[in-house]
């Protein structure tokens, strides 16, 4: 998306951290979100932050929002080989009642 | 039970047919929606239908006509298929579009090669 940027790209080993990283321009969006869309299937909701709040944790998961540099952070705790995906953040700007989604990054987990 | 599903899952067809894609969603939602994701991952919308009533018609050619008989279905009629249509269509559905969180469902994709 011309508006939600991401970094294409992302190599981490089993067991290690990951962070996947997103830009958005409309701060006037309420929620952003994260979808996680494994090899030949549709996206999955993998989990969303109100945007009055700087982080929200879902057991591995970790949201990290800055709304001052419209930066949204994803980290994936003790990552693991079915992790491999492509995460894509998304936001829904105001009056749009879609989503717009970041290009994705492609996230590959080595053993 | 699939929540939303979509048919067919593969469609390969030739320029200038004309074809169409088939959704369904068995959670009771209000909004259904149409992405296209191009060869590059990149995802778009196209089309949004609340309680059947058109709400999202983004800058998509004529070509495209969705229709929705209910609010569990919303199909895909492609006319005159070009190249540049081959992609995977998503379609997706929320319990409310105008109210927030819009957590959307996603079905597994219909993947489009025109030859």
């Known amino acids: 998306g011309e508006d939600v940027e991401q970094s294409l790209f992302l190599s981490v080993r089993e067991g290690d951290s990951s962070v996947i990283n997103c830009t958005y321009t409309?701060?006037?969006?309420?929620?952003l979100y994260w979808y996680k869309q494994e090899p030949g299937a549709g996206l999955q909701l993998l989990t969303y932050i109100f945007s009055n709040m700087d982080m929200k944790q879902d057991q591995r998961l970790t949201v990290l929002l800055n709304k001052k540099d419209k930066h949204l952070s994803l980290r994936i705790a003790d990552t693991q080989t079915g992790d491999s995906a492509i995460y894509f953040c998304?936001?829904?700007?105001?009056?749009?009642?879609?989503?717009?989604f970041g290009s994705g990054t492609r996230l590959q987990v080595q053993p | 039970d699939t929540a939303v599903s979509q048919t067919p899952k593969y469609l390969v067809t030739q320029m200038g047919n004309d074809k169409s894609i088939k959704c369904e969603q068995n959670l009771g939602h209000d909004t259904m929606y149409w992405y296209k994701q191009d060869s590059k991952k990149f995802l778009k919308i196209m089309f949004s239908?609340?309680?059947?009533?058109?709400?999202i018609n983004e800058t998509v050619p004529n070509r495209f006509s969705p229709k929705s008989p209910d609010k569990a279905h919303l199909n895909l009629h492609i006319n005159s298929l070009e190249l540049g249509d081959s992609a995977v269509y998503f379609c997706?559905?929320?319990?409310?579009?105008?109210?927030?969180?819009?957590?959307?469902?996603f079905g597994p994709g219909t993947r489009l090669t025109v030859t």
């Open positions: 997706a559905s929320s319990r409310d579009s105008g109210r927030a969180p819009y957590e959307q469902y």
């Open positions: 409309d701060s006037s969006s309420t929620y």
């Open positions: 998304a936001e829904v700007p105001p009056g749009r009642r879609a989503l717009t």
């Open positions: 239908y609340n309680n059947k009533e058109l709400i």
